[in-house]
C-alpha cells in the first residue's frame, strides 16, 4: 500500500502561480504512473493531468492545457504539479493518487486510488 500526502495549496489571486506536491510512502514509488485529481464544493472529483512511472508519457485534461504541469522525482518519492495563470474556476481540493490500472491514457476516478487526503486551492477574482 502506498501512502500519499499532497501540500503546497494556498490562496492565491487569478492569474498567480503554485506548486503542489504529493509525497509517497510505504512501496517502491517508481513502479507507478501517478495522477492529479481535483474536486470542487458540489461538483464530482475530475481528472487534472498524470504522468507515467519514468515521467515519459504525461496527459492532462483540456481544462488546464497549457497552464499545468506535471512532473515527477523518483529519487524524491514526490510527484507535482506545477499551476500558472490560475483561474476562480481552478478553485477545488487537489488530490494524488496511483493509477492502478493498465489504461492508457485514462481520466477516471476507477482506475486511480491510494488517494491523499488534498489540499486545497483557492483562486480570488
Known amino acids: 500500500q502506498v501512502q500519499l500526502v499532497e501540500s503546497g495549496g494556498g490562496l492565491v489571486q487569478a492569474g498567480g502561480s503554485l506548486r503542489l506536491s504529493c509525497t509517497a510512502s510505504?512501496?517502491?514509488?517508481?513502479?507507478?504512473?501517478m495522477g492529479w485529481f481535483r474536486q470542487a464544493p458540489g461538483k464530482e472529483r475530475e481528472f487534472v493531468a498524470a504522468i507515467s512511472w519514468n515521467g515519459a508519457r504525461i496527459y492532462y485534461a483540456d481544462s488546464v492545457k497549457g497552464r499545468f504541469t506535471i512532473s515527477r522525482d523518483n529519487a524524491k518519492n514526490t510527484v507535482y504539479l506545477q499551476m500558472n495563470s490560475l483561474k476562480p474556476e481552478d478553485t477545488a481540493v487537489y488530490y494524488c493518487?496511483?493509477?492502478?490500472?493498465?489504461?492508457?491514457?485514462?481520466?477516471?476516478?476507477?482506475?486511480?486510488?491510494?488517494w491523499g487526503q488534498g489540499t486545497q486551492v483557492t483562486v480570488s477574482s
Open positions: 510505504g512501496r517502491t514509488f517508481d513502479n507507478f504512473d
Open positions: 493518487a496511483v493509477k492502478t490500472s493498465y489504461r492508457w491514457p485514462t481520466m477516471r476516478t476507477a482506475d486511480f486510488g491510494s
